[in-house]
């Protein structure tokens, strides 16, 4: 039986779909539209599904960026998945998004990037991969750090995307010093839907990362402003 990874990322601005199969990708879809990613979701895996011919219950296993990210993006994402495999025994694969942004990145085999997204007050979210044979490693955790910190804990060999997450006042890129390799996620295509297939597609079985939908929750990092004031306001 062919194996079908559907790949979803809906961490940013940028709604990203993927199909994988055991030849390798088969195709992706990127949408940069902020705030619209409930509206389009269903409509965008139909299409996916639909061109090759496709139905859900063809999907053998799904995969999706689980955080850190936007907070609404991330429950919308979680969401459409649960209820995608409602019924259905399909496995799931929680990708980080940090891990599909620097896969789809297209850089150079044996190229450090790290991948950082604005976390606001000041704090980004971060980790730092190695690219091998197309695969991205993982060198670090995903963390959670202030601005001064992170821009201490690059080197001059790294390359660096930053993604703003929509926040029209980020300080990313803005904080980085200039000589460093950086590009913006906002500025080229990077199929992260597809780049969470192919993550979820060498995963191997036994790994933690795959879970049925019931037990899928974003991973945050950290509480939203929200529910810290609500917490110390207790």
């Not at 190229?111 to 991969?129: I, K, L, S």
């Not at 197309?134 to 930053?162: H, K, P």
């Not at 200039?178 to 297939?197: K, N, S």
């Not at 979820?200 to 037990?215: E, F, G, K, R, Y």
Request: hydrophobic fraction near 40%.
């Amino acid at each position: 039986m062919n194996r079908w990874v559907l790949g979803i990322d809906t961490s940013s601005t940028e709604l990203g779909i993927g199909l994988w199969n055991d030849d390798g990708p088969a195709c992706g879809l990127s949408r940069y539209r902020a705030g619209t990613h409930a509206e389009h979701i269903a409509q965008a895996v139909g299409y996916l599904l639909s061109t090759h011919g496709l139905g859900p219950d063809d999907i053998t296993h799904v995969a999706v960026a689980a955080g850190p990210g936007s907070f609404t993006g991330l429950r919308i994402g979680a969401a459409f998945v649960k209820g995608f495999c409602f019924m259905r025994s399909t496995p799931v694969c929680a990708v980080s998004s940090l891990h599909a942004l620097a896969a789809g990145a297209g850089l150079p085999d044996g190229a450090t990037v790290v991948t950082a997204f604005d976390a606001r007050r000041g704090d980004v979210f971060w980790a730092r991969f190695t690219l091998h044979g197309g695969t991205a490693m993982r060198q670090t955790d995903d963390r959670l750090c202030g601005g001064a910190d992170f821009v201490a804990a690059l080197s001059g060999n790294d390359y660096v995307i930053t993604d703003a997450l929509g926040y029209p006042r980020s300080t990313l890129p803005g904080s980085i010093p200039a000589g460093l390799h950086t590009r913006r996620a906002e500025d080229f295509p990077v199929q992260r839907g597809l780049a969470c297939a192919g993550i979820a597609a060498n995963t191997p079985a036994d790994s933690p990362l795959w879970m049925c939908a019931a037990n899928l929750t974003p991973h945050y990092i950290r509480s939203s402003a929200a529910q810290e004031k609500m917490t110390a306001g207790k």
